[in-house]
């Protein structure tokens, strides 16, 4: 990343500018995603047809399957998917766009959005050759995007991938044992 950018690590965000800033919006942000997962589960569970399979395709109730999931979700993706996404792509766009999408008082960077744009298509379940489109999950794909924005605009505000890589973390845990308990429970 160093060679391609030809910058030093810290200016691509591995730092700790604005460390009380993301701390500050990390809890804020996960405090707020924990009740807004467990809402969708339980309406999910309760209104929507098909829900309870959409979950178990996600969980399965098995421990050791749990915890071998928990190591990748909450620890491996989020510092890889960060490193690439933010740090990576966004860096990279930011040398040619540094105008924002105003949305009323919301300005929202391109490269944020850009960068977004490729985080959730790279959620499709697919094949490079021959292209083949295996699974769409829409659902995940609106969250992918809408959070991919928010971490990007983080990542820009701050410089630094502390934000994006504590909440990145922190959803897919709530998500992922959330998941694993309406699985119990369903079983």
Not at 14 to 38: C, E, M, W, Y
Not at 64 to 71: R, T
Not at 95 to 109: L, Q, T, Y
Not at 147 to 160: A, D, E, L, P, R
């Amino acid at each position: 990343m160093r060679m391609v950018l030809k910058v030093k690590l810290s200016e691509v965000g591995f730092n700790l500018k604005d460390k009380s800033l993301s701390l500050n919006f990390s809890k804020i942000f996960l405090f707020i995603i924990f009740f807004i997962v467990i809402g969708v589960v339980i309406i999910g569970l309760k209104f929507v047809n098909g829900f309870q399979n959409y979950i178990l395709s996600w969980s399965q109730p098995n421990l050791v399957d749990e915890l071998s999931k928990q190591l990748t979700v909450t620890i491996l993706a989020p510092i890889a998917e960060e490193t690439m996404y933010r740090a990576f792509v966004i860096t990279f766009l930011m040398k040619e766009w540094k105008s924002n999408i105003r949305i009323k008082r919301i300005a929202i960077p391109y490269p944020a959005v850009l960068g977004a744009i490729i985080f959730m298509t790279i959620h499709i379940d697919f094949t490079l050759y021959p292209l083949t489109i295996h699974q769409i999950d829409y659902l995940q794909l609106m969250y992918t995007f809408i959070f991919g924005v928010i971490w990007g605009t983080m990542f820009i505000k701050t410089q630094s991938l502390l934000c994006p890589v504590l909440t990145h973390s922190g959803i897919n845990f709530i998500m992922s044992i959330t998941g694993f308990l309406a699985s119990l429970w369903l079983v």
